[in-house]
Structures are given as C-alpha cells and as structure tokens.
C-alpha cells in the first residue's frame, strides 16, 4: 500500500510507501501547523484529500525553515535511534516466538510447518500475547532527503491529491 500525491494542475507527483508516508505526514501536520486539525485525518488515508497551491506551499516554506534550523535533522535522527531500539526489542521478541513455536511442535508433535494461526491452545493465546510486544516503530522511517522530495513537489505541485 502507497500514498500517491497527484498534483491537481500537471503531471507532477510524489510517492511514498505506507511506511515512510506516515512518519513524513505526521510531521508535516506537528511541525508546519499548515493542516488544519480537522482535515489532519485526510493525511494519513488514500482517499483523495485535497491540498491547495497555497497549503503546499506554506508546507514547503515551513519544511525549509525545520530543515535549515535543523529540526527536521534532530527528529530524523531520533526516529533512527527510536527505530535501533524497536529492531533491538523487536528481535528478542522473535526469539520468544521461535522458542514458542518449537515447544509447540515438541507439545503436540506436530511438524515443522505448522503455522501460529493453527496453534492449539494455550499456544495460540500465548504467541497472540507475545507478538502484541512488538514494536511497530521500528517499520516507519523518516529522512530529511524525503523531506526535500516532497518540498520540491510541493512547491512544483499547484496543489494536490493524496490518492
């Protein structure tokens, strides 16, 4: 799934993937207070939410001025860490999920590909609960060179359509 930016006048557009589309969205609605709250909802859905040439424009003015005091810098970097850190945790959850799974097969002798969704239970209630320990942040990257792509389409965009 992807978020396609269609600019309303040319032929100009931006693409993101789910993953770095809504750390880039929600920044621009914290950061440029461009995005009015009611409308904030429109930013993180594909479904045709209209920004004017004067609110990308605005945008691209208020994303310059994060990028050049170094904002957009700092929150790049501390999303880097906040993702080592979900990775880190992230693989000692793996680790608790194979362990699971090969106490599963051992319990019930059943064979190697038996999957979570036909684990008996308890089993089944036990990967649900360790699974839910994941963090998702680790899967939401944010960069200011993505930053400077959708400024550039922003201003180059005469308004658009997230599609």
């Not at 269609?6 to 993937?17: G, M, V």
């Not at 320990?133 to 400077?148: A, C, G, T």
Request: charged share 40%.
């Amino acid at each position: 799934m992807g978020f396609d930016l269609y600019s309303t006048k040319n032929d100009k557009y931006f693409r993101n993937n789910v993953w770095w589309w809504r750390r880039l969205a929600s920044y621009v609605i914290d950061k440029t207070k461009v995005v009015d709250e009611d409308k904030a909802d429109g930013w993180h859905f594909n479904d045709g939410h209209e920004v004017s040439r004067e609110e990308a424009h605005q945008i691209a003015n208020q994303l310059e001025f994060l990028i050049k005091t170094g904002d957009a810098k700092a929150y790049e970097d501390e999303v880097k860490k906040e993702m080592e850190e979900a990775e880190k945790h992230n693989e000692r959850v793996e680790k608790l999920l194979q362990q699971l799974e090969k106490r599963v097969i051992a319990d019930t002798r059943c064979d190697t590909d038996v999957v979570p969704r036909d684990y008996p239970e308890p089993y089944r209630a036990k990967w649900e609960k360790i699974y839910g320990l994941r963090r998702i942040e680790s899967s939401y990257p944010f960069s200011v060179d993505n930053v400077k792509e959708f400024i550039k389409f922003c201003r180059e965009s005469d308004g658009f359509r997230i599609c």
